[in-house]
């Protein structure tokens, strides 16, 4: 007789997720450059909400918060021009990519994403016992052609992190769609806009057009990047009724917590951070691009990137390693991510100008050029 209770044998087949590092290898805090958090930190207007949430005369900490996010999905539907009623929230993006997987995918089925994308696809597959394909990428980029053609009959799910994360790298609005259209109906189409509001303006992806046309189209969206809430964990969804009615019924009940509504709600009342943080954000990566570009001739190279981070790729004498390394003595975590294929690279969060500076400073010294 077993004398433990017996995990499901995919449930053992998942890697847990390994989040960026905030300290070095002797213990020291490190500045993270390793998360794809808002170096401008958050909207004043949501600082004001939660301080105030958690004010000592107001604070009830008894109650549950608003089971819908009526409010918060009231906003969302607002600021984008979309039905509330077609809005779920979620704890974090990260709940309703597992839940969109879990919602219409199990044992036997197949749930798709392409090679370098987000590390969630492969555990929210998992999780429901789905099998995770994993389709080869073109130059970092999602792959359509070879997408379509890994479709089977098992296929539930599509995932598609769009610009991607860890490579940066867009996939254009044309391809978008041509993925779309390629795909069975049967086959929900994750459109995962984590970074969206990083791109520019002028290049805006049609998910929502996409999502508000078709029944399998579900675009996820999220407060943690250029919002500046990953700590309150907030996410939210928009698609077709029946994929919402899907994702509530599976959902937490109270699963966005009240501070993380009122945060949120804030935070969408300030665009003007928002915009703030975009041009913060694209100004000091065409800095630092320029300055990897500038150590080509080391073997250094960065991917385009349309996100809040740069994949910078070792190859020549220094190694992705030495330059992990080189950095953390600095006094900064970036990410190595040796699983996925990307052993020679480094994602480095854009940070603030002086964060920036001193990474930069840190590579060409290790180059071997003047700091
Ligand atoms: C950071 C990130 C998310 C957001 O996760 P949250 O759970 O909303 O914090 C989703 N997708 C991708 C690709 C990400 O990098």
């Known amino acids: 007789m077993r004398t433990a209770p017996v995990p499901k044998p995919y449930i053992l087949g998942i890697h847990a997720y390994v989040p960026g590092k905030a300290t070095a290898s002797d213990g020291r805090a490190l500045i993270k450059l390793s998360a794809n958090e808002n170096p401008l930190g958050s909207s004043p207007a949501a600082l004001a909400a939660l301080a105030e949430e958690r004010g000592a005369d107001t604070i009830d900490a008894a109650s549950y918060p608003d089971p819908s996010a009526n409010a918060l999905r009231a906003a969302i539907a607002k600021l984008h021009g979309l039905d509330a009623e077609r809005i779920v929230c979620g704890t974090g993006s990260d709940e309703l990519l597992n839940l969109a997987a879990q919602g219409f995918a199990g044992t036997g089925d197949e749930v798709l994403f392409s090679r370098n994308s ?18 080869t990428d073109r130059a970092f980029i999602a792959n359509v052609d070879a997408i379509l053609n890994a479709v089977s009959e098992r296929t539930r799910v599509v995932f598609l992190a769009n610009p991607n994360n860890p490579t940066g ?56 990047k250029i919002y500046g809430l990953a700590a309150e964990r907030i996410g939210w969804a928009t698609g077709a009724p029946g994929l919402i009615d899907v994702l509530n019924r599976i959902r937490g009940p109270f699963n966005v917590t009240v501070s993380g509504q009122k945060a949120a709600l804030a935070a969408l009342g300030d665009q003007q951070f928002v915009a703030e943080s975009r041009v913060h954000n694209s100004a000091e990566r065409a800095r630092f691009i320029e300055a990897i570009a500038a150590l080509g001739n080391h073997g250094l190279s960065a991917v385009p990137s349309e996100a809040n981070f740069v994949l910078v790729r070792f190859q020549g004498s220094v190694t992705a390693k030495a330059a992990l390394n080189a950095i953390a003595e600095a006094g900064y975590a970036v990410r190595h991510l040796p699983d996925e294929q990307l052993s020679d690279a480094l994602r480095i969060t854009i940070g603030n100008s002086d964060d920036m500076v001193r990474v930069t400073a840190t590579l060409r010294k290790l180059c071997g050029e003047e700091a």
């Open 169 to 224: 790298t867009w996939l254009e609005p044309s391809e978008v769609r041509r993925l779309h259209a390629g795909l069975p109906g049967n086959v929900l189409l994750v459109l995962d806009e984590a970074y969206s509001e990083y791109l520019d303006p002028a290049n805006q992806i049609d998910g929502f057009t996409l999502a508000a046309e078709h029944e399998n189209v579900l675009v996820t969206r999220t407060f943690s």
């Open 118 to 135: 987000f590390a969630v696809y492969d555990i929210a597959a998992r999780r429901c016992g789905a099998n995770p394909i994993e389709v």
